[in-house]
């Protein structure tokens, strides 16, 4: 990779798609630092360390926009309004048959569903900023201080009203800013532009978590020294693993019947079909995550049970996020999210028809039905080992905080790390790309 990335320095072309990029980056981090009128960080940061813990849903909002959330800044909504959408259009895109044939129009349809979806992200901005803004409202410290500096002076009136429309917007504004952003990274610069700015807000996650374990070693230096080490060595292990599973596929070979037509053969090549361990990326997760958000966002609300009897009691302690059944159901949520949406993703029935269609084939196999059956099973088997492993890499943050509530806060997580990776692997192939571009000798040479 750094290898990759100092050739690609040495030439000027992409070296100035580099700075661009790296350029869009910094801007997105001084827009994380920029605060919104009318509110008070300190009680929202305050707020947000006791209420954004283990592993729950504004745990891993604040983590994908580097800490912007916890700070109400103007990036506190960053890309996940964008990605929401993103996730809903590519779901209904299976769904409803106009979007399916959109998308099947080639690069136009493409352009108009990129436009649907720019919709879709802003009409999310204004819920999520309205949303963050009702929970703002509802945040206070010590004494009677709120994070909402302008609800304690004017109980009523015009006031009330325009702070509350100037933080909306300020929150609006910054997700608008930086999808444009990263589509300006997408056109100019290297790789996703999305994934750029949603890498940039997890890496600047990880120099907080270091600081974190330099704290504890200064406080139990005896306890946490060794921990740390061990947390270091997992992590870098976490890393390989990663890696290596996405970069694992099993390939199905096709083998090509002969036909001859005039006085040339065609045909007859043998090649395969590559189907990824980890097809689904880190969506299964991310819907997982979602719906267990729902019992923790209730709580949020209606607080902490007064009572150790009951239903809400239970219903709290089932679902808290240091307890065995909440890492369980996690477990199994994300399975089945696998299979979901490996089975949106993958056609069998369509796969088999377009073999053959082509004079195409599976080896041992017969044409049709025997053959999408075949690759049914192949997917089932490739489907059950990737969810299997995003379920371990989910869960390892939930073990964290029930070995030691201290370190709870840390958001090097197996999600975090695998989103880490994916984008940089695929940066990485997007520079690959660039220099056989402009290294490949021609025909003449």
Same mark, same amino acid.
């Given at each position: 990779m750094f290898q990759t990335l100092k050739r690609a320095w040495s030439i000027p072309e992409i070296r100035k798609k580099l700075l661009?990029?790296?350029?869009?980056?910094?801007?997105?981090?001084?827009?994380?630092?920029?605060a919104v009128p009318f509110l008070d960080t300190s009680v929202v940061r305050s707020w947000m360390?006791?209420?954004?813990?283990?592993?729950?849903?504004?745990?891993? %909002?604040n983590t994908i926009t580097g800490g912007a959330l916890s700070q109400a800044t103007l990036f506190s909504l960053s890309i996940t309004p964008y990605i929401n959408a993103s996730i809903i259009m590519q779901l209904l895109t299976y769904a409803l048959p106009p979007l399916e044939r959109l998308r099947d129009e080639g690069e136009e349809g493409r352009k108009k569903l990129n436009k649907i979806t720019t919709a879709v992200a802003m009409a999310l901005a204004v819920f999520m900023g309205f949303a963050y803004y009702l929970t703002l409202k509802r945040m206070t410290a010590t004494g009677d201080?709120?994070?909402?500096?302008?609800? %304690? +002076?004017?109980?009523?009136?015009? &006031?009330?009203?325009?702070?509350?429309?100037? *933080?909306?917007?300020?929150? #609006?504004?910054?997700?608008?800013?930086? #999808?444009?952003?990263?589509?300006?990274? @997408?056109? +100019?610069? *290297?790789?996703?532009?999305v994934s750029m700015i949603l890498f940039s807000g997890i890496a600047a996650r990880f120099p907080v978590d270091a600081g974190t374990l330099v704290s504890l070693i200064k406080e139990e230096p005896s306890k946490y020294l060794f921990v740390t080490i061990g947390y270091v060595l997992f992590i870098i292990a976490e890393f390989a693993f990663i890696v290596f599973m996405n970069e694992a596929e099993r390939r199905i070979p096709i083998q090509y019947a002969k036909r001859v037509v005039g006085r040339k053969q065609y045909g007859g090549q043998k090649t395969h079909i590559p189907v990824k361990v980890m097809m689904s990326g880190v969506m299964p997760i991310i819907f997982a995550m979602s719906f267990m958000s729902l019992p923790s966002t209730i709580q949020l609300f209606a607080g902490q049970p007064t009572k150790t009897t009951g239903f809400y009691y239970h219903f709290c302690h089932f679902f808290s996020t240091r307890s065995w059944s909440y890492a369980v159901l996690y477990f199994i949520l994300i399975i089945a999210f696998n299979y979901f949406y490996v089975s949106i993703q993958y056609n069998p029935i369509e796969i088999a028809n377009n073999l053959r269609q082509s004079n195409g084939g599976i080896p041992g196999i017969r044409p049709g039905k025997p053959t999408s059956d075949y690759i049914q099973r192949v997917l089932s088997k490739i489907a059950l080992v990737g969810? #299997?492993? %995003?379920?371990?890499?989910? *869960? *390892?943050?939930?073990?964290?905080?029930?070995?030691?509530? +201290?370190?709870? @806060? %840390?958001?090097?997580?197996?999600t975090t790390i695998l989103i880490a990776v994916s984008v940089a692997l695929?940066?990485?192939?997007?520079? &690959?790309?660039?220099?056989?571009m402009r290294h490949h000798k021609g025909f003449l040479s």
């Amino acid at each position: 990779m750094f290898q990759t990335l100092k050739r690609a320095w040495s030439i000027p072309e992409i070296r100035k798609k580099l700075l661009y990029t790296l350029l869009m980056i910094v801007i997105f981090r001084f827009g994380s630092a920029v605060a919104v009128p009318f509110l008070d960080t300190s009680v929202v940061r305050s707020w947000m360390e006791q209420n954004a813990t283990n592993g729950n849903f504004l745990e891993y %909002l604040n983590t994908i926009t580097g800490g912007a959330l916890s700070q109400a800044t103007l990036f506190s909504l960053s890309i996940t309004p964008y990605i929401n959408a993103s996730i809903i259009m590519q779901l209904l895109t299976y769904a409803l048959p106009p979007l399916e044939r959109l998308r099947d129009e080639g690069e136009e349809g493409r352009k108009k569903l990129n436009k649907i979806t720019t919709a879709v992200a802003m009409a999310l901005a204004v819920f999520m900023g309205f949303a963050y803004y009702l929970t703002l409202k509802r945040m206070t410290a010590t004494g009677d201080s709120g994070a909402v500096t302008s609800a %304690l +002076k004017y109980s009523s009136g015009w &006031e009330m009203y325009f702070s509350a429309a100037v *933080i909306i917007a300020c929150f #609006v504004a910054g997700a608008s800013f930086v #999808v444009w952003m990263g589509n300006r990274i @997408s056109e +100019k610069g *290297i790789g996703n532009g999305v994934s750029m700015i949603l890498f940039s807000g997890i890496a600047a996650r990880f120099p907080v978590d270091a600081g974190t374990l330099v704290s504890l070693i200064k406080e139990e230096p005896s306890k946490y020294l060794f921990v740390t080490i061990g947390y270091v060595l997992f992590i870098i292990a976490e890393f390989a693993f990663i890696v290596f599973m996405n970069e694992a596929e099993r390939r199905i070979p096709i083998q090509y019947a002969k036909r001859v037509v005039g006085r040339k053969q065609y045909g007859g090549q043998k090649t395969h079909i590559p189907v990824k361990v980890m097809m689904s990326g880190v969506m299964p997760i991310i819907f997982a995550m979602s719906f267990m958000s729902l019992p923790s966002t209730i709580q949020l609300f209606a607080g902490q049970p007064t009572k150790t009897t009951g239903f809400y009691y239970h219903f709290c302690h089932f679902f808290s996020t240091r307890s065995w059944s909440y890492a369980v159901l996690y477990f199994i949520l994300i399975i089945a999210f696998n299979y979901f949406y490996v089975s949106i993703q993958y056609n069998p029935i369509e796969i088999a028809n377009n073999l053959r269609q082509s004079n195409g084939g599976i080896p041992g196999i017969r044409p049709g039905k025997p053959t999408s059956d075949y690759i049914q099973r192949v997917l089932s088997k490739i489907a059950l080992v990737g969810a #299997v492993f %995003l379920g371990i890499i989910a *869960i *390892i943050p939930i073990f964290f905080s029930m070995a030691d509530q +201290k370190l709870q @806060s %840390l958001s090097m997580g197996g999600t975090t790390i695998l989103i880490a990776v994916s984008v940089a692997l695929e940066t990485t192939r997007t520079l &690959e790309s660039q220099l056989m571009m402009r290294h490949h000798k021609g025909f003449l040479s």
